[in-house]
């Protein structure tokens, strides 16, 4: 139990003192509510004390996400998300061992059902039928074992609000917000969901999932157009899949492929977790070594061996749809992690960020072609070699090619001129500010903690990168853009709209 | 090794701290009290003037926030404007100031990292502030500025129309909220002005003037709550604020006007077509109930039963259980001052639609039937009361909480008698209040999805109706029309010199007319080459042979009835398809010479124009059911046609343009050889003529239908 960090309120005042750069101030007093603290098994804790309202966030990254997923378990990341809701094996169960049985009886019921459902040659409608009937007996079998929902049950009752999840390419994340006296039960409850999942009810999750990605996906023009958007725009890297994972690999994976996934990349050396608000972390540091001590070291997620190969050239896709238009286009850039990182920021800050950014003013100001314009970085994850995106959405009588012209004019405008002293300022003046604001919510805090801790290793550098973004010159925006914007490291999306039945 | 050393840790922890023991069960752990807080209480007072400030000190960062509410809304617009509000509250802020332009400000605020906002809702306008608290000496003017002396530039106003038509456009691509919307429609009825939608038209009427009469009506100090909060101290914000406002005369009161909600509701099986989709989204519900009623409270527990949390039926029941859904959710709505919506909203695939539909209705039913368990009333009470403290979770929300309360007229201390009323509610309340409030007998239900997809017919719930939700095309911005003598007396003569222009000495010669077009068809910048050959003989028999990339295609409509041919397939025409085809000959120009004595045929002057340069006057001219405007120049030459018609591929209806150019004489008669097509501005076609005949030879047979 090593004790990092958390700086003497001494040191705290001589960094302030001396004339350091503006985000080197902030760290100073935010360091000094910030505990670090890591456990003998990996797990490392953030902890900032937050005064005010007796209310706590708590924030668990765990280092894996789609990106750890390959061809027919695409969608199990997010699976296992789901599943981290179902209990353990002393929560949600009336009888474990008993229920323990009953799933084996659904895991081999389903195989048959599978093997039956997919054979090369194709399947007996009737023995398929016969065995899925079989399949759902088992189901209800194993449901009659089931407390339905304890877990989130308990969490209810003790006044737990905002109790969800995500999954994305790098990372999942699980959070929470208690009163401050639930210290306790929601350490119980985090390291017993990582400790001891017992994944029930694992084939009807699986049907909420696949609802989950015909809401998202498939009932959606944009996510029609970003699901083609990313395909299109790797032919290696994992990022080519949308988290949600493909209909057929939904309809396919097993429970056993599940726990293989928990087993591989639950492991407290890829855990963080970030508690924000009023505590004092003294107290509860004893509580939650108690309770997170419990997990099993394991291996970190490896780094991924596949790396996208440079693009040689141009990527199109041309979506017919019966929505109005959309356009997208794409550009390779480096991770997060790479110096020029701040330079991405601070282009996509000017091309699109408020009334004053270039995109905002030409395409739907001046020229009216536009109802949105903006520039993103990080897609679909930033941990690995990502894409700058630009998207748009045309106006009533406009095209998606006007948008592409337009869009192209600002582009080339990075690349020939460089961007005045008053842009690059405000960029900087924003930045500073965005970062006091981030400061503002315990649920904000907890996540940039984390997100920090997780891609550098140091949640300082959430800081630090505020001081990278001051000593910006323009000479580096235009370096970066020449080297990014380039006809062969383009992608290209567009939905187009057609209608109406055929003749 | 490795559990060594976790076992080690361990024993470390059980050594420092014998007391904290770890347990092994969740109902073991023993719950400290909660630490003593004083709830944040913001001061409130109010200027001479009638001003309304809220006012709470959080030094925590160096951060000022102001959210002022307006007594104003969106319900109370003319309908024949509806979204005036929505645009006001836009182009306050972004039109400027009397000292500053939109964009002007757009620069001063960005450079500072500060924001000043608008908005209107639809029973509130709202205006925010958020600065560092060092520029708050700056950014305060501006603020009472963009709220006190908005200018409201035209060309705002017009970026503004642009935004708004791009969201009429768009209204129908995301399932979801055109689901939600349509059915909120349904609930409050066509009567309400919940139920009004923005129109390209509604749109288009709004003017500068209207939301400068807006402002002047509505915005006064004695109709503005001003809520601060951040880092300042109390008595010089004080000062600044009635140096800022003071000034400010009060105005005329505004007290809220009537909203009206159906007083009667009737059941109903609603249905729309949504062919992009692989879920049908489903809802059902009716009219809920007021913050103000009295049975608020066991309605709150209710919905916790009902809808809360993981663990409440909806979620438990039809997503857990069953896995029909990602999203089910559902409640009795409540509205401040009007009632809400009770609405009971799900998603599942197409496969489903049926059994979903059951299994909402069951919940909804069985919350009256199954009354709530002693274990769900306790768990629904406890998960409200244990997370009360949530409310007063920021000094931000805290005061924001308190100026929707003194908005709405609810009592000062709801908040603070809120859990004792929770905690009073009994199983007998929350039976009573589910008998009252919910009405599964007289529920609407909605399903928006692929109809062929479904497990069985939405008609198996009852009589269906389907709804039109077709946008509206927008208005035509043509010179309006005055029916007088003079114009018609002019209008006659304009169609004169086109009818004898193009018409030539013998309209009534024509029998029959040919032509032969290449035709390039764009569409979001892809184009397609179609070769077109029409033939028509008088009065009505028509056949249009199009020759695409994917095959020929072949129409034909004679002696009242008419077929279509891809291939070999052919399949008749419906009636009301062929008798469009017919009447549409009112907008062909030779159909027009030929007929141009028809009594049924009128024509009124419309004003001038300029096509490519050359003057022409304006003439609308109904046949029969077809109606079109045309620009006729000197010579009695068409050069440009208007009308409203459907898109030829997406069945959207639109405002169709035509410029008509290098006419050509062909045995008398002129015919134009260029034809462009725009569609709501957008370029759809180019025709250029190959071949021209008139009174051709015409083989009968081309208008028979092959045998099968």
Redesign the interface.
Known sequence: MKRLGRRGAIGALLLALMVVPVGAQDLASVEERVTEHRLENGLTFLIYERPGAPVVSFYTHVDVGSAQEVPGITGLAHMFEHMAFKGTTKIGTEDYEAEAEALARVDAAYHAYDAERRRPTGSDPERLAELEQAFKETQDEARELVKANEFGEIIDRSGGVGLNASTASDRTDYYINFPANRVELWAYLESERFLDPVLREFYTERDVVMEERRLRVDSQPIGRLIEQFVSTAYIAHPYQSIGIGHMSDLQSFTREDALEFYDAYYNPSNMIISIVGAIDADEIIPTIDQYFSRLEPGEPTPPLRTVEPEQIGERIVRIPDPAQPLYAEGYHRPAVTHPDDVVYDALADILSTGRTSRLYRSLVRDKKIAAQAFAFNGFPGNKYPNLMIFFAMPTPGHTNDEIQVALREEIDKLKSELVSEEELERVKTRVKANLIRGLRSNTGIARQLATFQALFGDWRELFHQVDRIEALTPEDLQRVARATFKETNRTVATLYTEQGDEG | M??L??L???I???A??PA?A?????SD?E?????E?EIPSPAVYELDNGLKIFLIEDH????VQITARIRTGSLYEPAAKTGLAGIMGEVQR?GGTRSMSG?EL??FL????ASVETSIGNTVGFAMM?T?AEDVDEILPVFVEVLRYPEFSEDKL??AK??A??????RN????SLTSREFSRLVYGEDSQLSRMEEYATIDAITREDLIAWHAKYYHPNNIYVGVVGDFDSAEMKRKLAEAFGSWPAGPSFGGGEIQVPSEEEPGVYFIEK?????ANIRIGHLGITYHNPDYFPVVVMNEVLG????ARL??RI?????????VRGRVGAGFLHPGATTFSM???SESMGEAVDALFKEVRGMITEPATEKELQ?AK??I??????N?????QVLGQQMLFSYYGLPDDFLEKYRSNIEQVTGADVQRVAETYLHPDKAKLLVVGKAEDFDRPLSSFGKVTELDIAIPPPPVREAAIELTDETRAAGAEILARMTSAIGGETPQALEAFRTVDEVVVS????SMAIRQDFVLVFPDRIRVTLQMPMGE?VMVVSEGQGF?M?GPQSREMPPDQVQRQISDLGRNLLYLARYRDAPDLEAVAAGSGEVDGTACGWVQVTLGEAVSRLCVDGEGMVRKQTYQSTHP????PGNFEVVFSDYREVDGYLVPHRQTTRI???EFASLTRQSAEINPEIDASLFERPAA
Do not use: W
């Open positions: 490795m559990r050393c976790s080690l840790a361990l470390i922890t059980l420092a701290l904290a770890q347990v092994d069960d969740h752990i719950f400290p009290p909660l630490a807080f925590e960062l160096p951060l972004t964009d757009d620069e960005e450079s500072r990292a958020d560092l017009e970026l642009v935004q038509n791009s969201a009429i456009a768009r691509d995301d399932v979801n062919s992009d989709v692989t879920q809360g949390g993981f663990s979620f438990s997503r857990s259980e069953k896995g029909l859904a990602y999203g998603q599942t695939k768990l406890d998960s009361l244990n997370s009360f403290v949530f007063y979770a920021s000094k931000a569409m979001q910048g892809q295609q279509q891809m591929f997406t069945g959207a709501d501005g957008v």
